[in-house]
């Protein structure tokens, strides 16, 4: 089962910012926070990840708490394009190399 | 720099017929994971496998289903004896190496549809 929880679905203002919430409290040790998107079903597209800093990349910055119980994904300046399934995965360290992929939040960008 | 290739990118079967789904990982990635999304569901992990080697099928269905990756050559994902709830989209990714800080490029997918 997926580690994550994130809202159902956000819409979006067209060249505004969009903030994308993921809760994942019983992350633990050393695992890494990964984020896909999957665009009106395309294969998943990987964004970004991060362990405890903050990191950025030139498709979005990922935000983590200082207790790593959430995470913000960040599009600085959503277009139409950013519209699809955005996915926040917990990745266990070790072990298993698979990613479990949850029900994931529908962004809407509108024009 | 090509990415994940897959082939076909859409392939019909009877059902009782066998299904080939081939991935091509990206250069220089040694590593290859299969996925299936059924009808508006998530994506669910099937295998894991390195140059001749599965490392994890845990999600993989006990029969009808194989995997391999060869020396030379895509891996292959082989489904014997299909039925109809054998559709979905069936995604490859590959990574460069072992291990959660390698993140996995996913293929554009074969949608397989049995008849």
């Known amino acids: 089962d997926a580690k994550t929880t994130q809202p159902t679905s956000m819409d979006c203002a067209e060249g505004r910012a969009a903030n994308l919430p993921c809760n994942h409290s019983t992350i633990s040790g050393n695992e890494y926070v990964y984020w896909y998107r999957q665009i009106h079903s395309q294969g998943p597209q990987y964004i970004i990840h991060g362990l405890k800093n903050n990191e950025t990349n030139e498709m979005a910055s990922l935000i983590i708490t200082e207790d790593r119980k959430s995470s913000t994904l960040i599009l600085p300046h959503a277009t139409l394009r950013d519209t699809a399934v955005y996915y926040c995965i917990v990745r266990p360290q070790g072990g298993s190399e698979k990613l479990v992929f949850g029900k994931g939040m529908k962004l809407t960008v509108n024009p | 720099n090509a990415g994940v290739m897959q082939n076909p990118r859409h392939l019909v079967r009877r059902r009782g017929q066998e299904a080939r789904l081939r991935c091509s990982p990206m250069?220089?990635?040694?590593?290859v994971y299969w996925y299936r999304q059924l009808p508006e569901e998530g994506l669910k992990f099937m295998v894991y496998l390195q140059k001749e080697n599965i490392i994890d099928e845990s999600g993989m269905p006990k029969e009808r289903f194989s995997a391999e990756f060869p020396k030379e050559g895509p891996s292959i994902l082989r489904i014997q004896q299909v039925v109809r709830g054998d559709s979905a989209a069936y995604f490859c990714a590959s990574s460069w190496g072992q291990g959660d800080i390698y993140e996995q490029y996913f293929g554009p997918g074969t949608r397989l549809t049995v008849t």
């Open positions: 250069k220089g990635h040694s590593h």
